[in-house]
């Protein structure tokens, strides 16, 4: 049974940080990339980061590039969003999915529930 379960969301102010958690089990994390995204309330779900099976390539997009890092630790089959300088336009629901190869961007088949991040004064 695979399962993707994050944690670490929560409220934080305007240039602070919070650390994502993703455990997964009933699967291998290190034969799969796997991938973060989030979708801000009223918006659709939106691409963050993604990393290699093996962690050796990581990806971003543009509106987290420089503030955020992805890594992994395979023995803990744990993958992590280090979010760091947070803004406003950065609260959402968080998501982490597991990728169908070990590279990413060809497609997910298995997704969180979600941890909410909230960035305000």
């Known amino acids: 049974q695979v399962q993707l379960v994050e944690s670490g969301g929560g409220l934080a102010q305007p240039g602070g940080s919070l650390r994502l958690s993703c455990a997964a089990s009933g699967f291998t994390a290190s034969t799969y990339a796997m991938t973060w995204a989030r979708q801000a309330p009223g918006k659709g779900l939106e691409w963050v980061s993604g990393i290699r099976g093996d962690g050796r390539n990581t990806y971003y997009a543009d509106s987290v590039k420089g503030r955020f890092t992805i890594s992994r630790d395979n023995a803990k089959n744990t993958v992590y969003l280090q979010m760091n300088n947070l803004k406003p336009e950065d609260t959402a629901l968080y998501y982490c999915?597991?990728?169908?190869?070990?590279?990413?961007?060809?497609?997910?088949?298995?997704w969180g529930k979600g941890t909410l991040v909230t960035v305000s004064t």
């Open positions: 999915a597991k990728d169908l190869l070990w590279v990413p961007y060809y497609g997910m088949d298995y």
